[in-house]
């Protein structure tokens, strides 16, 4: 069935990196923009990043933007979310997400189920 | 940023009752390509969030009728025409026309 599956989640001090991932299955993963979506604890949904099906477009929050970088391997269908100098305020549940459409950027259809980070030293 | 306003944010419902919950955005998400960028979720306790209702009024797939989505411009509503107990969680709108995706603050259903 259609599924992600996210991974990479863990506790990190201040300053400190970790890369998070995703693994698509079910569907065609090369033909779907994707997202990252982050939910802090007992807050609503934050829009991290998007990245066009096949790479070529990526774009940020700015809460984010030069300290995250999202990426793609379609011939492993999985994305990925590379996190530096993370703060305490990037602490959240973070999910990814399949775009409705395969051009642009529309609906989250799909989700996984999310991967804690935890920023705390 | 556009901004998302719900109302109200949060709702106590007796089972089979309606529901109805107000969200407006600060720009209208009306594109020039004759769509209307407004979506609905669902994140039920515990739970990722699912898309209930694409662009103001579609239903995505397997979502019970008892859920409709209504409006235009700048001014959105989500009814569900008789609550069950499953239907508990939070309801967040969103828009994507335009950069950064920005949701409502969120309602909270919950049921009497």
């Known amino acids: 069935q259609v599924q992600l599956v996210e991974s990479g989640g863990g506790v990190v001090q201040p300053g400190g990196s970790l890369r998070l991932s995703c693994a698509a299955s079910?569907?065609?993963?090369?033909?779907?923009?994707m997202h990252w979506v982050r939910q802090a604890p007992g807050k609503g949904l934050e829009w991290v990043a998007f990245?066009?099906?096949?790479?070529?477009?990526?774009y940020y929050a700015d809460s984010v933007k030069g300290r995250f970088t999202i990426s793609r391997d379609n011939s492993k269908n999985t994305l990925y979310l590379q996190m530096n100098s993370l703060r305490a305020e990037d602490t959240a549940v973070y999910y990814c997400?399949?775009?409705?459409?395969?051009?642009?950027?529309?609906?989250?259809?799909?989700w996984g189920q999310g991967t804690m980070v935890t920023v705390s030293s | 940023d556009i901004v998302m306003t719900q109302t109200p944010l949060s709702l106590s419902v007796t089972p089979g009752q309606p529901a109805s919950i107000s969200c407006k955005s600060s720009?209208?998400?009306?594109?020039?390509?004759?769509?209307?960028?407004l979506y609905w979720y669902l994140q039920k306790p515990g739970q990722s969030p699912q898309l209930l209702i694409y662009?103001?009024?579609n239903r995505f797939s397997g979502v019970p009728d008892r859920f409709s989505g209504s409006g235009s411009g700048t001014d959105f509503t989500l009814k569900i025409s008789r609550v069950e107990a499953e239907d508990v969680g939070v309801y967040y709108c969103?828009?994507?026309?335009?950069?950064?995706?920005?949701f409502g603050q969120g309602t909270r259903l919950e049921i009497k």
């Open positions: 969103m828009q994507s026309i335009q950069l950064p995706i920005t």
């Open positions: 079910g569907f065609t993963f090369s033909s779907y923009g």
């Open positions: 720009q209208s998400l009306l594109h020039s390509d004759g769509k209307t960028y």
């Open positions: 662009e103001v009024s």
């Open positions: 990245i066009r099906y096949d790479g070529s477009n990526k």
């Open positions: 997400a399949k775009d409705r459409t395969t051009v642009t950027f529309d609906a989250f259809d799909i």
